[in-house]
């Protein structure tokens, strides 16, 4: 929704949907999170830098004063960006520079009385891009409006993005990005996963996270029940 603006007013105020990543912290041991999302984030630095998130305990762990602090201060460091906290009192979230969500779930699902979510948008239909030559590291392709189709093989350290699915005849490594202006039901398919990360709609899966069994296989991406989940095909 916009509230309109008179003549010449030096702002418009406009309702959007915005993504966020939510960072439950399981101990109150900053150096413990801060050295294991080290390891997370080392392992795709361009996908995390600039992401914003929202700070929540999980139950039963204490985080406030110096340890919210230091948890604060060890994210602007690694280029993430905590803009709010959840499950903290608002004075605690406001010394440590955070603003409050209230009620995480209801927020995450649009509406904080919980009322119906907004459907997922959906990619422009539009020509599907064709690659035929190897992408190498370093590179970046996006099929803006459609699906994105490879040949040949994504290297590690390659980034592929589409606002529909992406298809990959060959091995994928590098990071593969679907859907990436919102579309929940976007796809990816590859003949051989051995990604870095893999991303549906602004869900993702990182290597680790990828089960054994599916690594050098053939195998689809897709989301179920707003969770990406990773079939062998």
């Known amino acids: 929704m916009a509230v309109n603006a008179p003549a010449g007013a030096a702002f418009d105020l406009k309702g959007r949907m915005a993504p966020f990543t939510v960072l439950q912290v399981r101990t109150a041991d900053i150096d413990t ?10 392992q795709a630095p361009d996908f995390f830098a600039g992401m914003p998130l929202v700070v929540a305990p999980a139950e039963a762990v204490s985080l406030e004063g110096a340890s919210l602090d230091a948890l604060v201060t060890g994210l602007r460091e690694r280029s993430l960006l905590p803009v709010a906290a959840s499950g903290l009192p608002a004075e605690t979230a406001a010394v ?13 699902s649009g509406s904080a009385e919980g009322g119906r979510r907004e459907a997922p948008a959906k990619a422009a239909a539009g020509a599907a891009r064709l690659v035929t030559q190897p992408v190498r590291s370093g590179q970046q392709v996006y099929a803006r409006g459609g699906d994105l189709v490879v040949t040949t093989p994504v290297s590690a350290g390659a980034e592929l993005m589409a606002d529909g699915h992406i298809h990959v005849y060959d091995t994928l490594r590098g990071r593969a990005l679907a859907g990436v202006q919102g579309d929940e039901n976007a796809r990816i398919f590859c003949r051989s996963l051995k990604a870095e990360l893999i ?6 899966r990182l290597s680790d996270q990828i089960d054994a069994e599916l690594r050098g296989a053939a195998a689809m991406a897709s989301l179920r029940d707003g969770e990406l989940e990773l079939n062998a095909l």
Do not use: P
């Not at 999170?33 to 080290?38: G, W």
């Not at 991303?199 to 993702?204: D, E, S, T």
């Open 96 to 108: 440590a520079g955070l603003g409050l969500i209230r009620n995480l779930e209801a927020a995450r």
């Open 199 to 204: 991303a549906i709609a602004g869900q993702y």
């Open 33 to 42: 999170v801060l050295a294991q999302l080290d390891a997370r984030l080392a």
